[in-house]
Nanobody, 115 residues
């Protein structure tokens, strides 16, 4: 049974920073891809960033230069460092892991950017 638990969300002022974490547990092979998605109220879920087990990364255009995805393979944990946050970054942020054609999702952590 694979479980993903996100943490680190909260309320932050525009221009501020947050660091999200996603801890994965269970039988996860060493080769996998981990993702961060977000879903704002009334909008569809969108991909924010991804990282492979080899360290290759990909970002949505809206977060390039502001967000950084990283991972600790030994801990099966993926991070999302979010800087220069904007009100439009407000959303629930979800973690996803994919391997062998299977997907697992966390329950999300809310991020609110507001003054």
């Amino acid at each position: 049974q694979v479980q993903l638990v996100e943490s680190g969300g909260g309320l932050v002022q525009p221009g501020g920073s947050l660091r999200l974490s996603c801890a994965a547990s269970g039988s996860i092979p060493s080769f996998n891809v981990m993702y961060w998605y977000r879903q704002a109220p009334g909008k569809e879920r969108e991909l924010v960033a991804s990282i492979t087990s080899l360290g290759g990364t990909n970002y949505a255009d809206s977060v390039k230069g502001r967000f950084t995805i990283s991972r600790d393979g030994a801990k099966n944990t993926v991070y999302l460092q979010m800087n220069t946050l904007k009100p439009e970054d407000t959303a629930i942020y979800y973690c996803r892991v994919r391997f062998y054609g299977m997907d697992y999702w966390g329950k999300g952590t809310p991020v609110t950017v507001s003054s």
